[in-house]
Nanobody
Framework: QVLLVESGGRLVQAGGSLKLSCAAA????????MAWFRQAPEKEREFVAA????????SYSDSVKDRFTISRDNAKTTVSLQMNSLKPEDTAVYYC???????????????WGQGTQVTVST
């Protein structure tokens, strides 16, 4: 079992930056691939970014590539999402997720956080 708690979501102006954090309560955090997904109102949940257990491999959706950066600190059992050049279309609830094995770009993850709201104003 992995308990995930996201934080950092807030209202930000377009063009601004924001860093989301996800704290994981797990003694085996470094055995999990981690990811961020998001869900906008009346839309399906979509993949944002993923990172392997070691941090050596990352992947991003085309819509956030070159703007967002995912990272992890296995010693602190946290995963972060640095978001730059934010756009109104980035507005969504952002979820942290964990799975054993390699990271996936689909929502085939075993554990999910409760989400944190990011709102980007024009």
């Amino acid at each position: 079992q992995v308990l995930l708690v996201e934080s950092g979501g807030r209202l930000v102006q377009a063009g601004g930056s924001l860093k989301l954090s996800c704290a994981a309560a797990s003694h085996t955090f470094n055995s999990y691939a981690m990811a961020w997904f998001r869900q906008a109102p009346e839309k399906e949940r979509e993949f944002v970014a993923a990172i392997s257990w070691s941090g050596g491999s990352t992947s991003y959706s085309d819509s956030v590539k070159d703007r967002f950066t995912i990272s992890r600190d296995n010693a602190k059992t946290t995963v972060s999402l640095q978001m730059n050049s934010l756009k109104p279309e980035d507005t969504a609830v952002y979820y942290c997720a964990a799975r054993r094995g390699p990271p996936r770009v689909v929502d085939e993850y075993d554990f999910w956080g409760q989400g944190t709201q990011v709102t980007v104003s024009t």
